[in-house]
């Protein structure tokens, strides 16, 4: 079966400084792995996405996220931070990438100017 | 493209009734997932539908069924409702059929905030 975990429910970081989002996953295949972004009051925004191939994986908005299967994580990572990240993030896993998503619990983001 | 569509955008019932939550998936998809959102939570997936039929289920009770018309839209129905399903539903929508190597990710619609009183 698979799972994530994303660690830290709260995360706070000052306007310019470095996001770092953890999440680790479990399955008993070679996953897809997501990061979704959800605004208040909306649906989710695809951030980035891992299938095959590169271990980087660059998304939108300046973030970015490396696939480490030695330590079955996705953290999610931003080298600057801007007040307009400020949402709930989303770590997802699935067994093909159209089919049923396992989220995590979520991390807030908070930008402290 | 207007993305994945879904109504109402709000929604209050009563304990006990029922309701309907629709969806109009991205234009070119064809896989209609529903997810739940408990408030603080991340999304659960319901169930997901191909081709009219409920191809993957999740754990939820018979109470929550759903259709897929050959429009690709779709439909979440929940009977016998209880305060516990209060939530935001999420309608995501899929290619299944997109070529070798291109998208079929799973975009998302703004969900329907469900409160049952």
Redesign the interface.
């Given at each position: 079966a698979q799972s994530v975990t994303q660690l830290g429910s709260h995360v706070s970081v000052s306007e310019g400084a470095l996001v770092l989002l953890r999440c680790n996953y479990s399955s008993s295949v070679p996953p897809y792995l997501f990061w979704y972004v959800q605004y208040p009051n909306q649906g989710l925004q695809l951030l980035l996405k891992y299938t095959t191939g590169a271990t980087l994986v660059k998304g939108i908005n300046g973030f970015e996220a490396e696939f480490k299967k030695s330590e079955t994580s996705f953290h999610l990572t931003k080298p600057s931070a801007h007040m307009s990240d400020a949402a709930e993030y989303f770590c997802a896993v699935t067994l093909n990438q159209g089919g049923k998503l396992i989220f995590g619990q979520g991390t807030e983001l908070s930008v402290k100017p | 493209d207007a993305g994945?569509t879904q109504s109402p955008t709000h929604l209050i019932k009563t304990r006990g009734q029922q309701v309907t939550l629709r969806c109009s998936p991205k234009s070119g998809h064809d896989?209609v997932?529903w997810?739940q959102q408990a408030l603080?939570?991340?999304?659960?997936?319901i169930f997901?539908y191909y081709e009219e039929e409920e191809r993957?289920r999740?754990n939820f009770p018979d109470r929550f069924s759903g259709h897929q018309f050959p429009n690709y839209s779709s439909e979440l129905n929940v009977n016998a409702l209880l305060l516990g399903d209060s939530a935001l539903y999420?309608c995501?929508s899929?290619?299944?059929r997109a070529p070798i190597g291109g998208?079929?990710?799973?975009?998302?619609?703004?969900?329907t905030?469900l409160t049952v009183v």
């Open positions: - | 994945v896989t997932s997810y603080g939570q991340g999304p659960q997936f997901q993957q999740g999420l995501a899929s290619n299944d998208p079929t990710e799973a975009f998302f619609g703004q969900g905030r």
